[in-house]
């Protein structure tokens, strides 16, 4: 398995919801981590996990909750959202937190709408 | 801080021709690493090559190959016999050699997006 899968796939909600964005990886990985992606703009890193351990917090809201439960999951806990949180969302994992020359594996994103 | 510009936001191909996409970045360090990625309409961001900077020979992957001048800081991606599969948005990244919290940011272009004309 060399995929990084992503839940739902697309998300409404509204400013008052609470959701969750789920990521999954069984490459073994130990790195993972959480983007945010504009309409036409390159994705902006959100956190970093490294051993299940956040390492990186970007200066991120709070109403975003990053979680990760075992090696393999990442979850993202979005709470009292605004609409400009509007975003294609993108989970990636790496076998080392910033070693090596390895390359990240991208999910294919939430595109999530916030109403 | 590391800067990656990409100066082309849209180019075009045909079918089964050469096409160069441009990538320069701005760094202090000796050491680190170049990314192209492709994210083609299914969103998904796909590392298409990896170039890491203390080695002179120019990374090759099948039809695509870097052309990596380091004095120049410039890393363009060449696709040649370009494939309808090969239209997207194609995304210079740069990340750093050092250990620490800067090696885990990968700095990314704006990106140009590349049409193949059938």
């Known amino acids: 398995d060399t995929e990084v899968t992503q839940t739902p796939k697309h998300l409404v909600m509204g400013m008052t919801n609470k959701k969750s964005l789920k990521c999954e990886q069984h490459?073994?990985?130990?790195?993972m981590y959480w983007y945010k992606q504009k309409a036409k703009k390159p994705p902006e890193l959100m956190f970093v996990?490294?051993?299940?351990?956040?390492?990186i917090n970007e200066s991120v809201p709070s109403r975003f909750s990053p979680e990760c439960p075992n090696s393999s999951l990442l979850n993202l806990h979005l709470h009292a959202l605004q609409p400009e949180d509007s975003a294609l969302y993108l989970c990636?994992?790496?076998?080392?937190?910033?070693?090596?020359?390895?390359?990240?594996?991208f999910g294919s994103g939430t595109r999530l709408t916030v109403v | 801080a590391q800067t990656v510009t990409q100066s082309q936001p849209e180019m075009s191909v045909q079918e089964a021709e050469t096409v160069t996409l441009s990538c320069t970045y701005d760094?202090?360090?000796?050491?680190?690493?170049l990314f192209w990625y492709k994210q083609p309409p299914s969103r998904q961001m796909i590392l298409v090559i990896r170039?890491?900077?203390?080695?002179?020979q120019n990374a090759t992957e099948n039809r695509f190959s870097v052309n990596f001048q380091k004095a120049a800081k410039s890393f363009s991606l060449k696709i040649s016999d370009s494939q309808l599969g090969d239209a997207a948005m194609y995304f210079c990244?740069?990340?750093?050699?050092?250990?620490?919290?800067?090696?885990?940011?990968?700095?990314f272009g704006k990106g140009t997006k590349l049409s193949v004309i059938p």
């Open positions: 990636a994992s790496s076998q080392y937190a910033g070693q090596g020359i390895d390359g990240y594996t």
């Open positions: 996990y490294s051993y299940e351990k956040l390492s």
């Open positions: 170039q890491e900077a203390y080695k002179q």
């Open positions: 760094t202090s360090e000796s050491d680190y690493y």
């Open positions: 490459m073994g990985h130990r790195a």
């Open positions: 990244a740069y990340r750093s050699f050092k250990a620490g919290a800067g090696s885990y940011q990968l700095t």
